[in-house]
């Protein structure tokens, strides 16, 4: 069954404690990428990936690391969180190309206090 | 401006009619078109895409593009209760590099 697994799904932390999101996808997809959802900002763009080793920022990348080690594996890092990182976030994969499908896990809910 | 544009709603329509979700965007580059479908809390599904113009019909759902006008639109037919979430409208430009999702409309189907 095709899938992007991301973990943990739901995590309370606290502020400044590193902490690291993993998501993996089985689909054997280029492009891999991270979202955080806020009611009335919609789904954001924080980093994508197009292949191992190249990642490039989003539209809100600033308080998030990504690496892509892997094909299948691309971590979103919170190096030191703070409390407007509090959102829902999605990891997503695809194919590429003009009319491919982005598949998405079932989203991470992160809150910091 | 923003760069993907919708009305969050929330859309009442009565069970059985037609609901009509409307989305606009602002670069003339973009190539590709999407609506999802995204039920509270949880992740969003793909309903269509579309990247020529005109209209793209798959059972219930009809989506409609008019790059001219820089517009794409997304009608449900027979709309049921089940129809109730948020839709998302996405666009991309030049290739994957840039995925743009709309705000969403929340669409009520009172039965």
């Known amino acids: 069954e095709a899938q992007v697994t991301q973990n943990p799904r739901y995590l309370i932390t606290v502020t400044g404690k590193k902490l690291t999101v993993t998501c993996s996808q089985n689909?054997?997809?280029?492009?891999m990428s991270w979202y955080r959802q806020d009611p009335g900002l919609g789904l954001r763009q924080i980093y994508y990936?197009?292949?191992?080793?190249?990642?490039d920022k989003g539209d809100v990348p600033e308080g998030y690391k990504v690496s892509r080690k892997e094909k299948r594996n691309f971590p979103l890092i919170l190096e030191s969180p703070s409390p407007n990182q509090t959102s829902l976030y999605f990891c997503a994969s695809s194919s590429g190309g003009l009319g491919n499908t982005i598949y998405f896990g079932e989203g991470s809910w992160l809150t910091v206090v | 401006q923003k760069e993907v544009e919708q009305n969050s709603g929330p859309l009442s329509v009565p069970e059985g009619a037609i609901a009509s979700l409307n989305c606009t965007y602002s670069?003339?580059?973009?190539?590709?078109f999407f609506w999802y479908r995204q039920y509270s809390g949880k992740s969003p599904e793909l309903i269509m895409s579309i990247y020529s113009n005109g209209d793209k019909e798959d059972g219930r759902f009809t989506a409609q593009l008019n790059k001219a006008s820089q517009y794409v639109s997304l009608l449900i037919r027979d709309s049921q209760p089940s129809d109730s979430a948020t839709y998302l409208c996405?666009?991309?430009?030049?290739?994957?590099?840039?995925?743009?999702f709309g705000i969403g409309t929340k669409l009520q189907v009172i039965p």
């Open positions: 996405a666009v991309i430009t030049g290739g994957y590099q840039k995925v743009t």
């Open positions: 689909m054997n997809h280029e492009y």
């Open positions: 990936s197009m292949n191992v080793e190249v990642t």
């Open positions: 670069d003339r580059g973009s190539q590709s």
